[in-house]
């Protein structure tokens, strides 16, 4: 069976045929290897997105095509062209390929590698589908419209950013207005580019208006703040009509199970429709710590004197996003907490963690030891640096055990150091940083019920 390792780039794909697995894949690999060229244009398994590129590379005549589901937009095409000839794709996950290619020795950052490593992949799991990822129709075109709402997120946001540097001087009265969207669009936005959807929110911004300072300098709305107002509203009529097509998706039958369980947790439609993306089907899914992975909320906080941070490894950065906002607009404000068993849950855990966050010794602890942590990393990367190039490595494993007791000796140096009269602490600042830590762990906490929840009502 020859299976072809794909590695998609912008405007390529580069690709090792394999009919099976070698013996010794790292000899294999360098012996192989030699005849290619890291040059794209002088490798002859490098083929272009052109009608000769393809040719090319259908001319191979594979059995199947193995390839990661990164960079979606650029393995579209590829995709499309192997369902139109009926080849068969095995969509191998990126930490599954790194991993594949560490375990033979290969280089990384090395296109051609990652391609070799698909392909061996492939051919080692090829007989059971629970190794490989899935992409329904279905899947496909929420991942697609969840990436679009994205997109027009970013074009509106300079918009709106410039709009209001133009109200300081022509409506200053309303530089501060609250511009978020009611049923999909903003009343003042409607008004300013002379749009109507209700006569009577039309009248209270003309008499709004009336009663500017502006008007009586004669400073009148211009014509560049309407064109702009005109674009900020095509932006959200384009969202809508992208919602709607993504609600009735997010809603199909086949997804019954998972949205009884988005409506234990009151999940809005963008946050559903990244789950879905990532999880679906989730029987594949045989631990939590794999689930929590995928949907990039793992329990790792990673922090330091200045930032705090969730270790993710793998994992959508999206779908963490995502979470955190769930976590800011309907776990912190009670008016909106879901009313179910877990939300209940849910909600009880994040006050019990922001009430701690509070307390202004644990605030302090919290930044003593954050600010202990930094001090003791800087004092070891620059011990390392400065030693570390200069022990045999016959004497590696004594010299790491030193290490081991500099640091003991390090920390409890640095904690008398740290005592209330020789540090002042920004308790704001800690805070601030205590907070956003209770968020992510109550979106982490929040991902493991939904994990029980999902293999509860699928299983």
Not at 53 to 76: C, F, K, N, Q, W
Not at 176 to 187: K, V
Not at 311 to 327: F, I, M, Q
Request: net charge positive; glycine share 6%; hydrophobic share 40%.
């Amino acid at each position: 069976m020859l299976i072809l390792g794909v590695d998609i780039c912008a405007n390529r794909a580069v690709v090792w045929p394999l009919s099976e697995v070698p013996k010794d894949p790292k000899a294999h690999w360098r012996r192989e290897s030699e005849g290619r060229s890291k040059d794209p244009k002088g490798d002859p398994l490098t083929f272009y997105f052109t009608k000769a590129g393809i040719a090319g590379l259908l001319a191979l005549e594979p059995d199947a095509i193995a390839m990661e589901p990164t960079g979606v937009h650029y393995s579209r095409l590829l995709w499309h062209i192997c369902e139109a000839k009926g080849i068969p794709i095995y969509w191998v996950g990126h930490q599954q390929a790194s991993n594949q290619r560490k375990s033979y020795g290969l280089p990384d950052k090395n296109d051609i590698a990652d391609a070799f490593a698909i392909a061996c992949y492939a051919h080692l799991y090829k007989d059971h589908p629970s190794y490989f990822l899935e992409f329904p129709h279905e899947i496909r075109r929420i991942r697609e419209l969840y990436l679009q709402l994205k997109t027009i997120a970013r074009l509106q946001s300079p918009a709106l950013s410039r709009l209001k540097q133009q109200l300081a001087f022509e409506w200053p009265e309303k530089v501060g207005a609250d511009l978020s969207p009611y049923n999909g669009r903003r009343s003042l936005i409607l008004w300013l580019c002379g749009r109507k959807r209700s006569g009577r929110k039309s009248m209270y911004w003309d008499n709004e208006h009336s009663k500017s300072i502006a008007g009586e300098y004669s400073i009148e709305i211009s014509h560049f703040t309407r064109k702009l107002a005109e674009m900020i509203d095509d932006y959200d009529l384009w969202a809508m009509e992208i919602e709607k097509e993504l609600s009735n998706l997010v809603n199909h039958p086949i997804f019954d199970k998972y949205n009884r369980v988005f409506d234990e947790f009151n999940f809005g439609l963008r946050l559903r429709a990244i789950l879905l993306s990532l999880v679906y089907p989730f029987d594949r899914f045989e631990s939590i710590g794999a689930f929590k992975r995928r949907i990039g909320a793992t329990r790792d906080e990673v922090s330091s004197g200045k930032s705090i941070a969730w270790k993710t490894g793998t994992g959508s950065k999206l779908c963490r996003t995502e979470l955190y906002l769930w976590v800011y607009t309907s776990i912190c404000g009670k008016a909106n907490r879901p009313r179910s068993e877990v939300g209940k849950l849910v909600s009880a855990k994040y006050d019990g963690w922001i009430e701690r966050a509070s307390d202004p010794e644990q605030v302090e602890a919290f930044i003593r030891a954050k600010m202990q942590q930094d001090a003791l990393e800087q004092v070891k990367a620059a011990f390392f640096r400065a030693v570390k190039p200069l022990i045999p490595v016959s004497e590696k494993e004594r010299f790491d055990s030193v290490m081991n007791l500099m640091e003991i000796s390090l920390k409890a140096s640095i904690s008398e150091n740290t005592d209330k009269d020789k540090i002042k602490l920004n308790r704001k600042e800690a805070k601030r940083r205590m907070q956003n830590l209770v968020m992510s762990k109550t979106a982490n906490f929040a991902a493991r019920w939904l994990y029980r929840r999902l293999k509860a009502t699928i299983a």
